[in-house]
Nanobody, 120 residues
Framework: QVQLVESGGGLAQAGGSLRLSCAAS????????MGWFRQAPGKEREFVAA????????YYTDSVKGRFTISRDNAENTVYLQMNSLVPEDTADYYC?????????????WGKGTLVTVSS
């Protein structure tokens, strides 16, 4: 059974940084695309970033380009989201996701989320 466990959320001031981690377990994740999504209060869940198994290809939603960086450590089955220059609009529950089929915007497996709050 696939398990994704997020950590690293919390409170940050505008302009600050946070680093989210997602530990994957339950099977080998060779070939899996990993990603991060977020859901702000009263809004639908949205795509944030994704990374291919090789780490050579990354994808970002426009609002985080240049501020957020997704990376992964395949040996540790861990994916990271470095978030810099945070703004209050980044406040949301952040979810880690994984997909064996290479999909980016719709993934099969999900974590339970970690809350990020950015104060102005």
């Amino acid at each position: 059974q696939v398990q994704l466990v997020e950590s690293g959320g919390g409170l940050a001031q505008a302009g600050g940084s946070l680093r989210l981690s997602c530990a994957a377990s339950g099977r080998t994740f060779s070939g899996y695309t990993m990603g991060w999504f977020r859901q702000a209060p009263g809004k639908e869940r949205e795509f944030v970033a994704a990374i291919r198994w090789s780490g050579g290809a990354t994808y970002y939603t426009d609002s985080v380009k240049g501020r957020f960086t997704i990376s992964r450590d395949n040996a540790e089955n861990t994916v990271y989201l470095q978030m810099n220059s945070l703004v209050p609009e980044d406040t949301a529950d952040y979810y880690c996701a994984a997909d064996p089929g290479g999909r980016i915007y719709v993934m099969r497996y999900w974590g339970k989320g970690t809350l990020v709050t950015v104060s102005s």
